[in-house]
């Protein structure tokens, strides 16, 4: 497999690189976390003005049309700064899995709108209690052509800056997806705390109106789209944390003194970081090979899963060794090694930890050599 960038993809890593590294500096980040989970307008407006947010939308709507990849680069490059803009649950989550749908004219509109940057969209994928996407408790019903939702979802990702939320329901015994509005009538949004400072909210939804967008299998389709687009983007987030985490603590052995000698010539040292180093690269090389299948259109590949686990497996042991490493250091507030850690937890249990896939794999693998 080639996984060698094109010339538009080192671009766009190297703007992504430059808009998110020059403006989320750790000071930056101290000055907003004041008041706990916050939208970065700042960041944000620069992501928009420099068209990066829209690098994988299609021409037809403003964007670059570039491809799936294009979108974990950008993933990537958030991971380094935890800079708290809205480019997963807005753009990956939910606007590049409904671009199939813009032969409907209240998509076609509202992401054109998300590209030009007039208003931010997201997607609930969890209700309490009900860690499965594919089943939800909440019901859709109809009524003389209009669509109304009940259920409860938390962990909405900006739900109270955006202007339409991407939900799932029953209907009929049958999947359902459609679009709500968070501050129409029969929407309650309670915010939810969140230590990585991403602001979550609870939706709570009675009779709430919908815009219908898919039914049965074309609702699995799409619902089967958004999880692999957002493993994938969290697998792509959690390289660049990785990498941090590895690199913070690279800088602070090489520069801590114990014993008269700098903390990185010693073996046991150099050789945990040796092990971080090994981890993020496989880490990198099977979200890679997720990235191109999504890119291609596969969506259900054991390449998602994997990349996955090794998500999960990689940020538990380089944010471990990170803190063991930096000793008391490694938790201290005014240092920002804690920033990674804390996203490193929270993407590591999203969408299922490395249990959870490992079981899907063992699944597939059981269906494929065992059926009789």
């Known amino acids: 497999m080639d996984f060698s960038l094109s010339d538009m993809h080192v671009e766009i890593r190297g703007l992504a690189h430059k808009i998110l590294g020059e403006l989320a500096t750790v000071e930056h980040l101290r000055a907003n976390e004041v008041n706990g989970p916050y939208l970065d307008n700042v960041i944000w407006q620069q992501c928009v003005e420099a068209g990066l947010h829209a690098a994988a939308m299609p021409e037809s709507l403003g964007g670059s049309g570039m491809d799936f990849f294009a979108a974990t680069l950008v993933c990537e490059a958030l991971g380094q700064t935890v800079a708290s803009i809205p480019f997963i649950p807005c753009i990956v989550s939910t606007a590049l899995p409904l671009q199939n749908y813009c032969q409907d004219p209240v998509v076609e509109k509202l992401l054109a709108d998300v590209v030009e940057g007039k208003t931010l969209i997201t997607t609930a994928l969890l209700e309490p209690g009900n860690d499965e996407p594919?089943?939800?408790?909440?019901?859709?019903?109809?009524?003389?052509?209009?669509?109304?939702?009940?259920?409860?979802?938390?962990?909405?990702?900006?739900?109270?800056?955006?202007?339409?939320?991407?939900?799932?329901?029953?209907?009929?015994?049958?999947?359902?997806?459609?679009?709500?509005?968070?501050?129409?009538?029969?929407?309650?949004?309670?915010?939810?705390?969140?230590?990585?400072?991403?602001?979550?909210?609870?939706?709570?939804?009675?009779n709430a109106p919908a815009h219908c967008m898919a039914q049965g299998k074309d609702a699995e389709l799409l619902l089967q789209t958004v999880t692999a687009m957002t493993t994938v983007a969290c697998c792509s987030m959690a390289i660049g944390v990785a990498d941090r985490m590895m690199r913070l603590t690279g800088e602070y052995t090489s520069q801590r003194e114990q014993f008269g000698m700098k903390i990185a010539t010693f073996q046991s040292v150099a050789h945990r970081l040796a092990d971080c180093y090994i981890d993020v690269e496989c880490l990198k090389i099977s979200t890679q090979k997720a990235a191109s299948d999504v890119a291609?259109?596969?969506?259900?590949?054991?390449?998602?899963?994997?990349?996955?686990?090794?998500?999960?497996?990689?940020?538990?042991?380089?944010?471990?060794?990170?803190?063991?490493?930096?000793?008391?250091?490694?938790?201290?507030?005014?240092?920002?090694?804690?920033?990674?850690?804390?996203?490193?937890?929270?993407?590591?249990?999203?969408?299922?930890?490395?249990?959870?896939?490992?079981?899907?794999?063992?699944?597939?693998?059981?269906?494929?050599?065992?059926?009789?």
């Open 296 to 372: 291609q259109g596969i969506y259900d590949s054991d390449a998602i899963h994997m990349a996955k686990v090794w998500c999960g497996d990689v940020l538990h042991r380089v944010s471990q060794a990170s803190q063991h490493m930096h000793g008391g250091m490694g938790i201290d507030r005014d240092y920002h090694l804690f920033r990674y850690c804390l996203w490193a937890k929270q993407l590591e249990l999203m969408l299922g930890n490395s249990r959870t896939h490992l079981e899907i794999i063992g699944e597939h693998l059981a269906q494929k050599y065992l059926a009789v």
């Open 134 to 206: 594919r089943a939800p408790s909440s019901l859709a019903s109809s009524s003389k052509g209009k669509w109304q939702v009940d259920g409860t979802k938390h962990c909405v990702p900006y739900a109270q800056y955006s202007s339409q939320v991407l939900v799932f329901a029953k209907a009929d015994g049958k999947l359902w997806a459609g679009l709500v509005n968070p501050d129409g009538a029969g929407c309650t949004l309670v915010e939810q705390s969140i230590t990585t400072h991403e602001p979550q909210y609870q939706l709570t939804l009675e």
